[in-house]
């Protein structure tokens, strides 16, 4: 792994401007519901109520504050199944700069359009993310253009400014619980909380049907690993260097939790805050499902991260309940 | 109807400090693809986001903050099919008071739930909200408590800081789309959008299935009709003199929309916005697919008042589509 020095909350804090330029700080509220299930002091961190329904764009604001005039001319170029794409385009339509994305095969339908309706274009190529992703960064090459990974450190720090919202919001948090995709959520969240007070618990959360960063964690060696969550916000296969480097540094914990316990806890979800979470976005509740015993009585928020479920999904989800 | 005067800008204005001593103002989206659907430029209103999942709690506040200490030590009363009733328990406490809440039989589990989280007291009484109105004002002249009628002035107050909200951050709004129940919500939106600028088309809507509001307003009398909505946020049988008299000065239209166009608008914020929209929330886009003609290439805001749709609810909605 990379010996370059890993970001950090100064990081995040010169990320704000840019990040407020655009956006506003999203709820943190406690839902007496959840709490009563879990047998702790729940607090759900609104990172769906994002104009794009997931977190991921304020990395994508923060990245696009820092091109250079060739890069702005060039325009971006990503890959993503959805969130991060969104991310991108947004920054890139208020940036006032093109926007191309490839997304795999089968991508989820209204981020594809959510994508569209920012501006941007919009490709189908390859059977998951990281087929997409090596395709596009050879088309940004040739075009000229800036590809933008999934973990790169300007995104971290961006990201991160939700993290340092939940600590200033909620001094006396004792446990944030987060999911991974790429890992840049957990990472920003986990340098925030971490920098502020060492006693705060992060605690990662993954589907078991995508367990490669979960994986690469434990064992500290980059494994890829089967992805057949239906959950496309952690459907990761290959793991990443920089983001796995930066939570093992951080990280308490990383745990693994079933689809179907996802599926459950959107359904929870829905009952108790009224929120449509997608996959990713519910993962954090079905952790906390999981580790009630840990948590007793304690003061824990859960990220969910994004509300992006189709409606297929949302229907099949509804009907096998 | 009365003479007294009715609520302006200014009561609105004075009930900021207290509407923002304990919560944020609510974002306001444009989506591209409610646009593209309804040929205008769409943006919503999400009072879905508030702690509570509903606008009303802006009013409980306002009104709490102006009890005398006698009614501070009887406490809050008040009738409610939920979302009025998580705002005055919200209001309570906040305030450190105590709220007693008469609710019809078969009340939307999940707000009973949401009311009894926050500490207040839920009583079932009656087939629908207007008897359980009558019963417990009749309770709270026998406790010494002070009972919340739906319309009170600093209700609409209150709630009327959203409107504001709206003006503030779109000063270029042509239409604003907002549901009506008791009317605080359209009173208190009309009367900061007209005082700000009386070309903005400020447009009510109300369920087909619950038309008493709409039929009182076309006749200039007070008229109950029948109250069959599925909708409980909209479920209103006996008009009120008091928001009638404000919405016939203030209003530009007052539409009726059909239940099922209703449950088609929550399957389209599913998809589109990916927000659960309970069915007075969805009443706003309901309306503006019927009035597509009249809104189109306009700026239309729609008020998504509330989000508590129960689980049932929603199943029954996605299964009929």
């Not at 890139?92 to 501006?119: D, F, H, Q, W, Y």
């Not at 340092?164 to 790429?182: H, M, N, S, Y």
């Not at 316990?261 to 805050?273: C, G, N, P, S, V």
């Given at each position: 792994?990379?010996?370059?020095?890993?970001?950090?909350?100064?990081?995040?804090?010169?990320?704000?401007?840019?990040?407020?330029?655009?956006?506003?700080?999203?709820?943190?509220?406690?839902?007496?519901?959840?709490?009563?299930?879990?047998?702790?002091?729940?607090?759900?961190?609104?990172?769906?109520?994002?104009?794009?329904?997931?977190?991921?764009?304020?990395?994508g604001l923060n990245l696009?504050?820092?091109?250079?005039?060739?890069?702005?001319?060039?325009?971006?170029?990503?890959?993503?199944?959805?969130?991060?794409?969104?991310?991108?385009?947004?920054?890139?339509?208020?940036?006032?700069?093109?926007?191309?994305?490839?997304?795999?095969?089968?991508?989820?339908?209204?981020?594809?359009?959510?994508?569209?309706?920012?501006?941007?274009?919009?490709?189908?190529?390859?059977?998951?993310?990281?087929?997409?992703?090596?395709?596009?960064?050879?088309?940004?090459?040739?075009?000229?253009?800036?590809?933008?990974?999934?973990?790169?450190?300007?995104?971290?720090?961006?990201?991160?400014?939700?993290?340092?919202?939940?600590?200033?919001?909620?001094?006396?948090?004792?446990?944030?619980?987060?999911?991974?995709?790429?890992?840049?959520?957990?990472?920003?969240?986990?340098?925030?909380?971490?920098?502020?007070?060492?006693?705060?618990?992060?605690?990662?959360?993954?589907?078991?049907?995508?367990?490669?960063?979960?994986?690469?964690?434990?064992?500290?060696?980059?494994?890829?690993?089967?992805?057949?969550?239906?959950?496309?916000?952690?459907?990761?296969?290959?793991?990443?260097?920089?983001?796995?480097?930066?939570?093992r540094h951080y990280l308490?914990?990383?745990?693994?939790?079933?689809?179907?316990d996802i599926k459950q806890?959107?359904?929870?979800?829905?009952?108790?805050?009224?929120?449509?979470?997608?996959?990713?976005?519910?993962?954090?509740?079905?952790?906390?499902?999981?580790?009630?015993?840990?948590?007793?009585?304690?003061?824990?928020?859960?990220?969910?991260?994004?509300?992006?479920?189709?409606?297929?999904?949302?229907?099949?989800?509804?009907?096998?309940?």
């Amino acid at each position: 792994m990379t010996n370059q020095p890993m970001p950090t909350l100064h990081n995040i804090l010169a990320a704000r401007p840019h990040v407020y330029r655009h956006l506003k700080p999203t709820p943190l509220f406690p839902y007496a519901g959840l709490s009563q299930l879990i047998g702790a002091e729940v607090w759900v961190k609104h990172e769906n109520h994002q104009p794009t329904g997931a977190f991921k764009v304020r990395g994508g604001l923060n990245l696009a504050a820092h091109l250079t005039p060739e890069e702005r001319r060039g325009g971006l170029f990503t890959a993503s199944t959805g969130n991060h794409g969104q991310s991108v385009a947004y920054a890139a339509k208020v940036s006032g700069i093109r926007a191309t994305i490839a997304v795999p095969e089968g991508a989820n339908p209204g981020k594809v359009a959510a994508m569209r309706g920012l501006g941007a274009e919009v490709i189908f190529h390859g059977a998951d993310f990281d087929t997409a992703r090596e395709w596009i960064a050879a088309e940004a090459e040739e075009h000229g253009g800036r590809f933008v990974g999934p973990t790169e450190e300007l995104l971290i720090a961006g990201v991160g400014t939700y993290g340092l919202e939940i600590v200033e919001e909620l001094p006396d948090v004792e446990v944030i619980i987060v999911p991974v995709g790429a890992g840049s959520g957990a990472c920003g969240t986990s340098i925030a909380a971490k920098s502020i007070n060492p006693n705060i618990q992060v605690i990662a959360a993954q589907s078991a049907q995508a367990p490669a960063m979960q994986r690469s964690w434990q064992s500290g060696q980059l494994v890829s690993a089967e992805m057949r969550t239906f959950a496309e916000g952690v459907a990761t296969r290959v793991p990443f260097a920089n983001t796995q480097r930066i939570m093992r540094h951080y990280l308490d914990d990383f745990v693994l939790v079933d689809d179907s316990d996802i599926k459950q806890a959107i359904r929870l979800h829905l009952e108790h805050t009224h929120n449509l979470a997608e996959g990713a976005g519910a993962v954090s509740l079905a952790a906390a499902l999981q580790l009630k015993d840990r948590l007793a009585g304690k003061k824990v928020v859960l990220v969910l991260s994004g509300g992006n479920l189709s409606t297929a999904n949302l229907r099949s989800i509804l009907q096998n309940s």
